[in-house]
C-alpha cells in the first residue's frame, strides 16, 4: 500500500501543472491576424522601385510578422 501512496505523492505535482496550465490557456484574438498582415506588407514591399528597397521593406515584414506571433502565442 505504500508504494502506491508513494507514486500517489510523486503524481500530484504533475497533475497540478497540467491543471493549472490548462486553466491559464487563453484563445489568441480574432483581432491579431498575423499571416494577412503579412501578405499585405509582402505586397506593399513587392511595389518598391529598386530591389535593394524591396530586399528591405520584405525584412521589415518578416520582422512584424515574428513579432505579431509572438504576441498571439504569448500574448505579450
Known amino acids: ?3 502506491h501512496v508513494r507514486k500517489l ?3 500530484v ?3 497540478l ?3 493549472l496550465m490548462l486553466a ?3 484563445t489568441a484574438s ?3 491576424a498575423c499571416f494577412q498582415n503579412l501578405e499585405n506588407c509582402f505586397y506593399r514591399a513587392a511595389q518598391r522601385d529598386s530591389f535593394a528597397d524591396r530586399t528591405l521593406a520584405g525584412l521589415d515584414c518578416e520582422l512584424e510578422f515574428a513579432d505579431c506571433a509572438r504576441r498571439a502565442l504569448i500574448g505579450r
Do not use: F, K, T
Request: proline share 6%; with cysteine; net charge positive.
Open 24 to 26: 491559464s490557456c487563453q
Open 9 to 11: 505523492v510523486r503524481l
Open 13 to 15: 505535482p504533475v497533475g
Open 17 to 19: 501543472a497540467v491543471v
Open 30 to 32: 480574432a483581432q491579431i
Open 1 to 3: 500500500m505504500s508504494s
